[in-house]
């Protein structure tokens, strides 16, 4: 059975975000523009979708 994921995109900059948006993106995995990361569908992984919510999204 394989694991389900989540494809997660960056479409707004990190630039004069508070420090904490920062680290999660980087804990994502994004660090540049429309950039596109796999993700484990987990509790964890929505969580820090929905801290930076307004600067990325989720793709289908």
């Known amino acids: ?3 389900a994921s989540v494809k997660v995109k ?3 900059s990190s ?3 508070p420090r904490k948006h ?3 993106l980087r804990g994502m995995g994004l660090t ?3 950039k596109v ?3 484990k569908d987990t509790p964890e992984t ?3 979708i929905k801290k930076v ?3 990325v999204e989720v793709v289908e």
């Open 1 to 3: 059975m394989a694991e």
């Open 10 to 12: 960056l479409i707004r």
């Open 15 to 17: 630039i004069g975000r």
């Open 22 to 24: 920062r680290v999660v």
């Open 32 to 34: 540049k523009l429309n």
């Open 37 to 39: 990361v796999v993700l």
């Open 46 to 48: 929505w969580g820090m």
């Open 53 to 55: 919510s307004h600067l």
